[in-house]
């Protein structure tokens, strides 16, 4: 759905870099999610977000930092990447029941 | 929190058969359980969901099953055809808005659907 937009597509990065995942929705849905999916361990939450202002940390929010100014985006960034980051993220958006997906970013991290 | 098993996690079937895919959840204040549909490279997308107060809901060749008691869930897509080939993925989560802090999702399934 072209409602919500992540970028980059793709990523490639050094380790140690600080890096920066865009995700933006243009439905005001209060609620935003970070998953990360890796190959054996499907969708793992790392950070949500039920309003601006209001993180919350999720399954593997370790190394990961979130902020939400603004309703619409919610950026995730990596403070210092490490190898275990390379990982297709997904955010997400709802307005209470159902997700609605990015397209995902692809993140190596070499 | 929350765990979420979903079996199998390869199924394959011959195109016009009845596939089945289960899960079985761990908190028994999990209310709301959506199934996604994720093709290769792709992101996943809501195929349908199931609220606590239903024992079954159904949308063309899908159907999804909920028994609380047994804390697992179904689904059931029937009449299958090449397009249904891709890995699906249940979820549940516990608020009374579903999913709001956050959907606790299985490993998934890969279905393929042989000519």
């Known amino acids: 759905d072209a409602g919500i937009t992540q970028s980059p597509r793709y990523k490639i990065t050094e380790t140690g870099r600080q890096v920066t995942l865009m995700c933006h929705q243009t439905?005001?849905?209060?609620?935003m999610f970070w998953y990360r999916q890796d190959l054996g361990h499907g969708l793992r939450l790392i950070y949500y977000?039920?309003?601006?202002?209001?993180?919350d940390k999720g399954e593997v929010p370790d190394g990961y930092v979130v902020s939400r100014s603004k309703t619409e985006n919610f950026p995730l960034t990596l403070e210092s990447a490490t190898r275990s980051q390379t990982s297709v993220y997904f955010c997400?958006?709802?307005?209470?029941?159902?997700?609605?997906f990015g397209s995902g970013t692809r993140l190596t991290v070499v | 929190g929350e765990n979420v098993e979903q079996h199998p996690s390869t199924l394959s079937v011959q195109e016009g058969d009845s596939a089945v895919i289960k899960c079985t959840y761990s908190?028994?204040?999990?209310?709301?359980f959506p199934w996604y549909k994720q093709e290769l490279g792709k992101r996943p997308q809501l195929i349908i969901d199931?609220?606590?107060?239903?024992g079954e809901k159904k949308d063309q060749r899908i159907a999804v099953t909920l028994n609380k008691t047994a804390k697992h869930f179904s689904l059931h897509i029937t009449e299958t055809q090449p397009e249904d080939s891709a890995v699906y993925f249940c979820?549940?989560?516990?608020?009374?808005?579903?999913?709001?802090?956050?959907?606790?999702f299985g490993k998934g399934t890969h279905l393929i659907i042989q000519p």
């Open positions: 997400a958006s709802s307005a209470g029941y159902g997700y609605t």
């Open positions: 439905w005001s849905h209060s609620y």
């Open positions: 977000s039920a309003a601006a202002d209001i993180t």
């Open positions: 908190d028994s204040a999990s209310n709301y």
């Open positions: 199931i609220r606590s107060n239903v």
């Open positions: 979820a549940a989560s516990g608020l009374t808005r579903g999913g709001a802090d956050g959907l606790t």
